[in-house]
């Protein structure tokens, strides 16, 4: 099968592509960069500029699936221009595709589009699965609606749109957990303000194997794309630091120094979401790594 990548090239693109390469698949993807265009019997790239709506209408040629990845990368400070660059670097995206599809003869059936957990309310206790129609308001939370907007217009030409909600991606090359295990090595380590924030999080290898899944069921709707045991930031940094074998002797960071570190972006670090992956589970979908133990002990043995 032909499948068209956006992000191909980023940290959950690039284990994707080699995955969907694994089992045969042809990938076509859509990069900002014309330096990482590469041209090779089964991975071919293809430049595009959202911003500018520029887009070669060949990336588009036989493919039957879409996964849509693409986003500027919101670890980066929140300054007002960066903040239209997250929000219009997923939507102004998906437009541009969407307007392809519509315009070009084609045989997309699927979207499977990248989402986010900001979606959820904050909670410490209460679990929150795909029904729940509360949404916070926040910055990031605003982005992930005006993104799974943009994407489900695809249902109105007929074609399937799956959406990933997903949580903190566990990977060693890059992410939230290298910048974790960093002050941890260096034993300066420590949770985060009460600790208690809950995260829910995702082994990358399980993420990848959820979008092939995706592909394969040809799943339809939204579904969290979590691990089922998610974990407070104590519990995430006390496995840390036990499968590093390094102490933890430092007090929890409070929240007021890393809102003057790193402004609003914080969030990041303090925001709770306890979600649900019943949904995914229900699908038949298996995780190889359902403990942060499993996870992080495979991720840095
Ligand atoms: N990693 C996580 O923990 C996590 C959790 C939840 C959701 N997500 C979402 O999943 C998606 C992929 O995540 P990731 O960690 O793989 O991200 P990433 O490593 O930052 O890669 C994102 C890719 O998006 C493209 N991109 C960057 N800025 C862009 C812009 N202004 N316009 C168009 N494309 C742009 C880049 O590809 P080119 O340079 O080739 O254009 C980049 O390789 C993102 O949308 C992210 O928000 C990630």
């Known amino acids: 099968m032909k499948i068209l990548i956006t992000g191909a090239t980023g940290l959950i693109g690039g284990e994707l592509v080699k995955l969907l390469l694994e089992k045969n698949h042809t990938v076509n993807y859509l990069t900002t960069s014309k330096s990482k265009i590469k041209d090779k019997l089964n991975y071919k790239g293809f430049f595009w500029n959202p ?25 980066q400070r929140w300054t007002n221009e960066y903040k239209q660059e997250i ?16 315009k070009v003869p084609n045989q997309v059936k699927q979207i499977i589009s990248a989402s986010g957990t900001a979606i959820y309310p904050e909670s410490f206790s209460k679990v929150y699965d795909e029904t729940e129609i509360e949404s916070e308001d926040s910055f990031l939370s605003n982005v992930v609606k005006k993104w799974e907007e943009s994407v489900d217009t695809f249902n109105t030409l007929g074609i399937k749109v799956c959406k990933l909600r997903t949580g903190i991606v566990l990977s060693n ?79 929890n ?49």
């Not at 890393?258 to 038949?284: C, P, Q, R, V, W």
């Open 51 to 75: 911003q500018e709506g520029k887009i070669d209408d060949r990336c588009i040629y036989d493919v039957e699936v879409i996964i849509h990845l693409a986003g500027a990368n919101i670890a």
């Open 87 to 102: 929000i219009e670097s997923r939507t102004l995206s998906s437009e541009l595709i969407f307007n392809l599809v519509k």
């Open 173 to 251: 090359k890059g992410g939230a957990l290298p910048e974790m295990v960093k002050p941890i090595k260096l034993g300066v380590g420590a949770a985060m303000g009460s600790g208690k924030q809950i995260q829910s999080w995702i082994h990358i290898n399980d993420l990848v194997a959820m979008y092939n899944f995706a592909i394969e069921k040809q799943l339809n709707g939204v579904y969290n794309a979590v691990s089922p045991n998610p974990i407070t930031n104590q519990v995430l940094t006390k496995a840390i630091a036990k499968n590093l074998k390094k102490p933890l002797w430092l007090p």
């Open 253 to 301: 960071v409070p929240e007021f120094v890393m809102k003057l570190a790193l402004g609003e972006m914080s969030y990041l670090l303090f925001s709770s979401k306890n979600l649900s992956s019943k949904k995914i589970l229900d699908t038949g979908f298996q995780f190889q790594f359902s403990t942060i133990e499993n996870a992080i002990e495979d991720l840095y043995a």
